[in-house]
Structures are given as structure tokens and as C-alpha cells.
């Protein structure tokens, strides 16, 4: 008896151990892809605006044109997740929401920009910016931590800064947490009670059984913490798209468009352009691809290489020809919209679920 209450205590404790580092690296890993995801978005955010500013000063807008349409555009925006400002390469604010801002030169010891995923790598943030380098990653100051990306605007002295709160992932984090302790001290109970009564029923039997009971019970754990790291890459996964916005071309003008409210995306003429629902239009210098990928598959479906549709814009879907759809959109899209032979079940059921 003596002999199996060490056995007991001894394994209880090494599955403890195990469970303990699993949990430590299932977490540490899912908060480090939840950054890693942000900073992209935050990447994709200030390339797309650096890239809209060099083309237009391409176009032959002066530079204080431009620069005071960027300031119109951003002016009084809420700046508690995420916000855009711009830099001149002396570290001077020269475009930001909060407009008292402008004019402030960043101290020297300002903040440290820490490269991910290779933290190694630790940059001074005004430096960065003097340098004009592309760069993102956690910006830390003496009072706050936050998502910084760095994109300097071609033939300029200017870098635009895309800026993430990191403290709106605390929720997440907290709430992963939350789970993965539960699961750890549920299967690490449920580990040791089987073991325990395991023990009382076959005393006399040999520790070899013992041993391949406490390897089966470790696999089945592990295949439970596999499918709950895959559910958690999924919940990262539809949280890809954070921006709620597009920085769209009207004109001579650079207007948020906020994804509610667009009907229909297409391409005409290599330009794609955009339609909200209230038919206001603009254009923005991005392929079908890329938005596809920043937009909801529930909400928006693509429905052929030039157009992709919101569920909200659908006012009408007909036959058309022998077996095709052609639907109907309010606003009226410019273009027709047909659903070929090969694409009807999956729009039937897109549209189903909407």
C-alpha cells in the first residue's frame, strides 16, 4: 500500500508538471498570434495610407494639400483602440486626431519599439522614425504599451504611424486565461481521482499497467487541448478583421468607408471601386483580393472575379438563362451581377444563412 500511494503522489505530481507547461505554452503561443495578427492589420492600415498619399502627390497635389486632407480625414476620430497620425523625419507631429498634438517633436527617450515576433530586436521609436523605417511592434513608454506600425510615404519626409491599444486584447487574454486554468485543474483532478481509484481496484496488478493507463489518460488530454487550440485559432481568426473602416478616394478627397455600410465592391477598368448603401461612391487602391480578405464571409459573398455583394444590398434574385441567377441589388450595381452554374449552391446557401 505504501509502495502505491508513492506511485500515486509521484505521477500526480509529474501530470501536474506536464499539464502545467502545457498550458503555459498553449497560452503564451495564442497571445503571441492574437499581436502578431494586430500588427499585420496595423501594417495593412499604414501601407494602404502612406501608398493613397505618395499617389496623390503623384497626381500633382502639393504636399499641403495632401497633408490637410489626411488632417480632415482623421480630425476628432476616437483615438482609444486605434488612429492614424503622421510624422515628419525629425520626429514632429504634423498630422493627428487630436489636433492640439500637432507641432509636438518626440523626445529622444521618448519610447522603445520592440520588433515582433523577433523580440530581440529593440529600436528607439524616434529614431525609427528619423530613419524612416518600416517597422511594427510594441511601442513602450514610461505610462502605456500599444501596437505601433511604421510606413514611411515614398519621395516625403513623412511616416505614417498606425496605432493599436494592446489593452483592448486584455478581455481576450483574461478570458483564455480563464478557460485554459479551468481545463488544466478539471483534467488534472479528473486525472488524479482515476488514478487513485485505478490503484485501489487492481492493487496486486503490476506498475507497467499503471504506467500505460496514466500514457493514455496524458494523449487523451493533449487531444483535448489540441481541438481548444484550434478553436482559439479560430476565434483569432475572426477577429482578422479589426479595422471596422477603408480609407476610400472621393475625389480629391480621402473619406473613411465604414464596412456596414458597403452594398456592392467591384472593377471596372482596373479601378475598383465602391458602393455604400446610401449609393454614395468612391474608389480605393486595393484589389478585390485584398478587401475580400479584410471583409466578413457571413456578411459579403464574392460573387466573380469583378464584384463582391453584402447580404444587406440583395433586393431581388432571378433565374437567368438555363442555370444561372442573376440577382438584383438596392442600391442598383453598376455592373451586372451573375451567379454562375458553378458558384449556385454555395450562394444558395451564403444567402440562406443571411
Not at 493613397?52 to 480632415?72: A, D, H, M, P, T
Not at 493507463?213 to 487531444?223: G, I
Request: with cysteine; charged share 25%; aromatic share 10%.
Amino acid at each position: 500500500m505504501k509502495f502505491n500511494k508513492i506511485i500515486l503522489l509521484s505521477t500526480l505530481l509529474i501530470l501536474g508538471l506536464i499539464y502545467y507547461l502545457s498550458f503555459n505554452y498553449i497560452y503564451n503561443t495564442a497571445t503571441a498570434d492574437l499581436i502578431n495578427k494586430q500588427i499585420e492589420n496595423s501594417k495593412i492600415q499604414a501601407d494602404i495610407i502612406s501608398s493613397l498619399l505618395s499617389e496623390k502627390l503623384i497626381s500633382g497635389y502639393s504636399k499641403e494639400e495632401v497633408k490637410n486632407e489626411l488632417q480632415r480625414s482623421i480630425e476628432n476620430s476616437p483615438i482609444e483602440n486605434s488612429f492614424i497620425c503622421m510624422f515628419d523625419d525629425t520626429g514632429k507631429e504634423i498630422c493627428h486626431p487630436d489636433r492640439e498634438r500637432i507641432g509636438k517633436t518626440l523626445t529622444k527617450n521618448n519610447s522603445i519599439l520592440t520588433s515582433i515576433p523577433n523580440q530581440k530586436i529593440e529600436k528607439n521609436f524616434k529614431e525609427s522614425i528619423i530613419q524612416k523605417v518600416s517597422i511594427g511592434g510594441l511601442r513602450e513608454t514610461e505610462n502605456y504599451t500599444e501596437i505601433v506600425y511604421l510606413s514611411p510615404v515614398k519621395n516625403t519626409d513623412w511616416i505614417v504611424a498606425s496605432h493599436s491599444n494592446i489593452l483592448k486584447f486584455k478581455d481576450v487574454l483574461d478570458n483564455l486565461k480563464e478557460k485554459l486554468s479551468f481545463i488544466f485543474i478539471l483534467v488534472w483532478l479528473g486525472s488524479s481521482l482515476l488514478i487513485y481509484f485505478f490503484l485501489q481496484f487492481i492493487n496486486s496488478k503490476s506498475l507497467e499497467k499503471i504506467t500505460e493507463l496514466n500514457r493514455e489518460t496524458s494523449a487523451k488530454y493533449f487531444n483535448e487541448l489540441k481541438k481548444l487550440n484550434k478553436n482559439i485559432s479560430k476565434t483569432t481568426n475572426s477577429d482578422k478583421s479589426i479595422n471596422d473602416r477603408f480609407l476610400a478616394d472621393k475625389g480629391i478627397k480621402l473619406t473613411p468607408v465604414y464596412i456596414d455600410n458597403i452594398a456592392i465592391i467591384y472593377t471596372e477598368n482596373k479601378i475598383t471601386n465602391i458602393v455604400e448603401h446610401n449609393n454614395e461612391k468612391s474608389s480605393i487602391n486595393l484589389t478585390l483580393d485584398e478587401l475580400f480578405k479584410s471583409l466578413n464571409p457571413k456578411t459579403f459573398y464574392r460573387a466573380s472575379r469583378q464584384v463582391i455583394i453584402s447580404a444587406k444590398a440583395i433586393n431581388k434574385i432571378e433565374k437567368y438563362g438555363n442555370a444561372q441567377l442573376k440577382v438584383e441589388t438596392k442600391p442598383i450595381s453598376p455592373i451586372t451581377i451573375i451567379i454562375s452554374k458553378a458558384k449556385i449552391t454555395e450562394f444558395k446557401k451564403w444567402a440562406g444563412k443571411n
